[in-house]
């Protein structure tokens, strides 16, 4: 069962930097679901995480090798969602783009308790919910893979 806050990290490997700019972007969407009382699957509203969900992204950045960003939190609190069902899209810009981008679920019981606010964080301390990878020859290509956690 997902956790009361939860949020989702990405960490860029590779030896060059991801450009993001024009029509490039980070593009998440999550359908969280859950069980009802009487058994029966129920999806919530679709989480749209993209370049204005993303905390610490801003449009028009860049992301060095090793680099990392993180979306925006999520309250699960009142709708108490078991996990989501979800779609992982990364466009870059660049003519050349090698590398991979892995996505990962950091959980919180507060809301101002996360692993990544501790001195000795480690991204694989976190639970890995999918790796793309990237081999782009022209601009605005994309790669998209699904995921479920």
């Given at each position: 069962m997902?956790?009361?806050?939860?949020?989702?990290?990405m960490?860029w490997e590779a030896?060059?930097?991801?450009t993001y700019?024009d029509?490039?972007?980070?593009?998440?969407?999550c359908?969280p679901?859950?069980?009802?009382?009487?058994?029966?699957?129920?999806?919530?509203?679709?989480?749209?995480?993209?370049?204005?969900n993303?905390?610490?992204?801003g449009?028009?950045?860049t992301?060095?090798?090793?680099?990392?960003?993180?979306?925006?939190?999520t309250d699960?609190t009142?709708?108490?969602?078991?996990?989501v069902?979800?779609?992982?899209e990364?466009?870059?810009?660049a003519d050349?783009t090698?590398?991979?981008?892995?996505?990962?679920l950091?959980?919180?019981?507060?809301?101002t308790?996360?692993p990544s606010?501790?001195?000795?964080?480690a991204?694989?301390?976190?639970?890995?919910?999918c790796v793309?990878?990237?081999s782009t020859?022209?601009?605005d290509?994309s790669?998209?893979?699904?995921f479920s956690?």
């Amino acid at each position: 069962m997902l956790a009361k806050y939860w949020r989702l990290r990405m960490r860029w490997e590779a030896d060059q930097t991801l450009t993001y700019n024009d029509g490039a972007r980070i593009a998440v969407r999550c359908s969280p679901w859950k069980l009802t009382s009487e058994g029966a699957l129920s999806y919530g509203t679709t989480i749209v995480l993209d370049d204005d969900n993303w905390a610490t992204w801003g449009t028009g950045q860049t992301i060095a090798d090793d680099g990392e960003v993180e979306s925006d939190v999520t309250d699960n609190t009142s709708n108490l969602y078991f996990g989501v069902n979800g779609y992982f899209e990364l466009t870059a810009d660049a003519d050349s783009t090698d590398g991979t981008a892995k996505l990962y679920l950091e959980e919180s019981d507060d809301n101002t308790n996360w692993p990544s606010d501790q001195a000795d964080f480690a991204i694989t301390d976190l639970s890995l919910v999918c790796v793309l990878e990237m081999s782009t020859d022209a601009v605005d290509e994309s790669r998209g893979k699904n995921f479920s956690f």
